[in-house]
């Protein structure tokens, strides 16, 4: 007689839940290292977001308006960390770095992303919240659902992160570190090492205040209580006006506020015509002094070239006049542009700018002025 023997079946392969983690870690991973990354090339950017946010802060919570504003002096320093931290732990993820310690981290990061992407949405405060620098602009609502997304990401990573194994690459963080902080160090320093806002070298201002194509709209109307869209708007009196859409948003002008001017005149096409070097001057009072000879000096040697230097500043007149006096550049005219823009032209105080013709042709941080004989030489360029 035989006695059949069954075998239990044994189980082959990868969990599909554990594949979804792996999944998710990778997807978590690549896009804290890409926003990092983004933001680490221009954290001056993520420094005035953060200004922002906590001048907002300070208005809408009245009883924490000092705290708030007293974090305004280290915005610099916690813009270069939290970038960092973004590279950091979206590296160490990915290398499963102690993976425990660092889901919790990235998920304590993320929460701190979400608040601030909400109140943004929901209170239409601080409407582009620099989650990706320059590089790819998001609504508000947009930037909150992408921490949404990220935030039920990491829980589940969390979920199974007694599954995940750590691994010996500690040599691969550290190294990330060191580069990632060096970075940050190096834009500060000088400029964006890839600068994409639309004052960069090689674009041309007047164009950029142009729509790159006609601008065309649909117009919503309502009658009856029904809303209708149509293309161009009906010559039937009986539908009412509702709203009016932009079809082709990305038609859109790229600089909509560049505007220079004195008490006198608007000098905003002028500053398209011939050669013009700009010294930027933000503000007088945490201006880099020590700078200011060699902008003295470059002034100096343009004297007598096709070159025009002006001051560029947002500081009032008794401020800019009393700096001229001060740093001996009283023969250089100073003209008047919004604080805001300013700060997207430059991101040092000061700085250099030069246009030819409307284009800029050169871009410098105070601590790489240029001599009177490099800037002579990109304009006949």
Same mark, same amino acid.
């Given at each position: 007689?035989?006695?059949?023997?069954?075998?239990?079946?044994?189980?082959?392969?990868?969990?599909?839940?554990?594949?979804?983690?792996?999944?998710?870690?990778?997807?978590?991973?690549?896009?804290f290292?890409?926003?990092g990354?983004?933001?680490?090339?221009?954290?001056?950017?993520?420094?005035?977001?953060?200004?922002?946010?906590?001048e907002?802060?300070?208005?809408?919570?009245?009883?924490?308006?000092d705290?708030f504003m007293g974090?305004?002096?280290?915005?610099?320093?916690?813009?270069?960390?939290?970038?960092?931290?973004?590279?950091?732990?979206?590296?160490a993820?990915?290398?499963?770095?102690?993976?425990?310690?660092t889901?919790?981290?990235?998920?304590f990061?993320?929460?701190?992303f979400?608040?601030?992407?909400?109140?943004?949405?929901?209170?239409?405060?601080?409407?582009?919240?620099?989650?990706?620098g320059?590089?790819i602009?998001?609504?508000?609502w947009?930037?909150?659902g992408?921490d949404?997304?990220?935030?039920?990401?990491?829980?589940?990573?969390?979920?199974?992160r007694?599954?995940?194994?750590?691994?010996?690459?500690?040599?691969?963080?550290a190294?990330?570190?060191?580069?990632?902080?060096g970075?940050?160090?190096?834009?500060?320093?000088?400029?964006?090492?890839?600068?994409?806002?639309?004052?960069?070298?090689?674009?041309?201002?007047?164009?950029?205040?142009?729509?790159?194509e006609?601008?065309?709209?649909?117009?919503?109307?309502?009658?009856n209580?029904?809303?209708?869209?149509?293309?161009?708007?009906?010559?039937? #009196?009986? +539908? *009412?006006?509702?709203e009016m $859409? !932009?079809?082709?948003?990305?038609?859109?002008?790229?600089? @909509?506020d560049?505007?220079?001017?004195?008490?006198?005149?608007?000098?905003?096409?002028?500053?398209?015509?011939?050669?013009?070097?700009?010294?930027?001057?933000?503000?007088?009072?945490?201006?880099?002094?020590?700078?200011?000879?060699?902008?003295?000096?470059?002034?100096?040697?343009l004297?007598?070239?096709?070159?025009?230097?002006?001051?560029?500043?947002?500081?009032?007149?008794?401020?800019?006049?009393?700096?001229?006096?001060?740093?001996?550049?009283?023969?250089? #005219?100073? +003209? *008047?542009?919004?604080?805001? $823009? !300013?700060?997207?032209?430059?991101?040092?105080?000061?700085? @250099?700018?030069?246009?030819?013709?409307?284009?800029?042709?050169?871009?410098?941080?105070?601590?790489s002025?240029?001599?009177?004989?490099?800037?002579?030489?990109?304009?006949?360029e």
């Amino acid at each position: 007689m035989n006695i059949a023997t069954t075998q239990p079946k044994v189980k082959t392969g990868t969990p599909p839940m554990l594949i979804a983690a792996r999944i998710a870690r990778i997807l978590v991973g690549i896009v804290f290292i890409f926003s990092g990354l983004i933001k680490l090339n221009d954290p001056v950017g993520t420094q005035i977001k953060f200004e922002e946010y906590f001048e907002v802060f300070a208005q809408d919570v009245p009883f924490l308006h000092d705290f708030f504003m007293g974090l305004v002096p280290f915005t610099l320093v916690m813009s270069v960390l939290f970038c960092a931290a973004e590279v950091i732990l979206g590296v160490a993820l990915l290398a499963s770095y102690k993976p425990k310690v660092t889901v919790w981290l990235l998920f304590f990061l993320i929460i701190f992303f979400t608040f601030l992407t909400f109140y943004s949405a929901y209170f239409n405060r601080v409407t582009d919240c620099g989650c990706f620098g320059d590089a790819i602009k998001l609504k508000p609502w947009t930037s909150f659902g992408k921490d949404v997304v990220l935030t039920v990401l990491i829980l589940f990573i969390m979920g199974h992160r007694n599954r995940l194994r750590s691994r010996n690459t500690g040599w691969l963080v550290a190294l990330t570190i060191v580069f990632t902080l060096g970075l940050g160090m190096y834009a500060v320093q000088f400029l964006p090492p890839i600068d994409m806002l639309p004052y960069a070298v090689g674009k041309s201002i007047p164009d950029q205040m142009k729509p790159s194509e006609p601008l065309r709209y649909k117009y919503l109307m309502e009658k009856n209580g029904d809303v209708t869209e149509f293309d161009k708007y009906p010559t039937d #009196p009986s +539908y *009412k006006f509702k709203e009016m $859409v !932009l079809v082709n948003e990305k038609a859109k002008p790229k600089i @909509t506020d560049y505007r220079v001017w004195n008490d006198e005149s608007d000098f905003t096409q002028q500053t398209f015509e011939g050669e013009k070097l700009f010294i930027i001057i933000k503000n007088t009072k945490d201006i880099d002094a020590g700078s200011l000879p060699a902008i003295r000096a470059l002034v100096e040697g343009l004297k007598g070239s096709a070159v025009s230097p002006f001051i560029l500043t947002s500081t009032s007149d008794d401020e800019i006049k009393a700096f001229r006096k001060e740093f001996q550049l009283e023969n250089v #005219p100073y +003209y *008047k542009a919004d604080a805001t $823009v !300013l700060k997207t032209i430059m991101r040092s105080n000061p700085g @250099t700018w030069l246009l030819k013709n409307g284009v800029v042709r050169g871009k410098w941080h105070y601590n790489s002025t240029p001599d009177a004989a490099e800037v002579k030489q990109l304009v006949i360029e």
